[in-house]
């Protein structure tokens, strides 16, 4: 009988909120090559000298905000995910949870892989759209571990999702719950990107004066931006949600140097146009992380409100939800 497995790989998560563990997080997160793509003396001075020296102490008082009884929500809705999912796949396949940074490893994920000695492998980073350095990154690592192993089984490399049926249904579905029409502006808001980043995706075509604002271009498949904009339409289609009562924006920069128009900005912009009550959706992240429970619902909620605002309410994400669960099953299939 062929041995299957399918490895769920999210981002990561400091191990505790403390200085010491977030610090660990944080150095081998930020090391990456493929998330601050320097050369590599520039990239361990910029980090591991400036960065989190300076930010370790700040990036911990935001993960004990993100913090809950059950820990932190990126690794108990992974883990809710997995059991879940086996359930629903039954003895097809072996499902295994993983973080591409800290615990539970990708590394020892891959080690027991190989320990039990599977036919076919299927990887699923859980990102919905490409970028070089979160969906790239994962498969960097797995092709780099995988080989030396003396068998290398039959392999699925899963890019990108963005578009397919489940998960675009999956996502609408969960906006709904929320009542859109009550709003006066939804907003879409997704995790930025450097531009130098994104223009790598397409060094042809400069994505400055890139159409894909518009429509979908051939040259951006596996263009974040362009990707970006796409989950956009497929969903606002799926909502019936005329042009005028959606924008899309993009969070979490580290300069000015990122995705424009950022989504701090374009919240407070939208109460000097009359919208005061805004619905916000992230469809980059299909689990609840610290970009959506503290960026979003907490900082920017706080910065909408005492700037004029009535209501600033964040759309949860898909965490473990059961159709969430059924929608995988469908991208794997």
């Known amino acids: 009988m062929t041995k299957k497995a399918i490895l769920l790989v999210n981002l990561g998560t400091p191990h505790k909120p403390t200085v010491r563990h977030v610090g660990n997080y944080l150095f081998q997160f930020l090391n990456d090559s493929r998330v601050i793509d320097i050369p590599w003396l520039f990239r361990k001075l910029l980090v591991n000298l400036i960065i989190i020296p300076f930010r370790v102490t700040k990036s911990t008082k935001l993960y004990q905000l993100l913090w809950s009884d059950e820990g932190s929500p990126l690794l108990f809705h992974l883990v809710s995910l997995v059991a879940k999912l086996q359930l629903k796949v039954a003895d097809k396949y072996t499902i295994i949870g993983a973080m591409r940074y800290g615990q539970p490893s990708l590394k020892d994920a891959l080690q027991r892989l190989k320990n039990e000695s599977f036919d076919e492998i299927i990887i699923l980073p859980l990102y919905p759209q490409y970028a070089s350095s979160t969906t790239g990154s994962v498969h960097e690592f797995v092709l780099t571990e995988m080989r030396n192993w003396e068998k290398i089984p039959n392999l699925k490399l899963i890019s990108q999702f963005y578009s397919h049926p489940a998960f675009v249904q999956a996502f609408a579905n969960q906006i709904k719950t929320y009542n859109p029409e009550s709003y006066d502006m939804i907003v879409f808001s997704y995790h930025g990107l450097p531009i130098s980043q994104v223009q790598k995706s397409h060094p042809e075509v400069d994505c400055t004066k ?100 009535e209501r600033l309410t964040m759309v949860e994400s898909l965490n473990d939800k059961n159709e969430w669960v059924d929608a995988i099953v469908d991208i794997l299939s």
């Open 210 to 309: 890139c159409n894909c604002e518009s429509y979908l271009p051939t040259h951006g498949s596996y263009c974040y931006k362009a990707t970006c904009y796409e989950t956009t339409r497929l969903l606002v289609e799926k909502l019936n949600i005329p042009a005028e009562k959606y924008v899309i924006s993009f969070q979490s920069r580290l300069s000015n140097k990122w995705l424009t128009p950022f989504t701090d900005k374009l919240l407070l912009e939208q109460i000097s146009v009359g919208n005061k009550k805004l619905l916000v959706v992230a469809p980059a992240f299909v689990t609840d992380c610290l970009e959506t429970v503290v960026e979003i619902d907490n900082t920017f909620q706080q910065e909408f409100l005492q700037a004029g605002g």
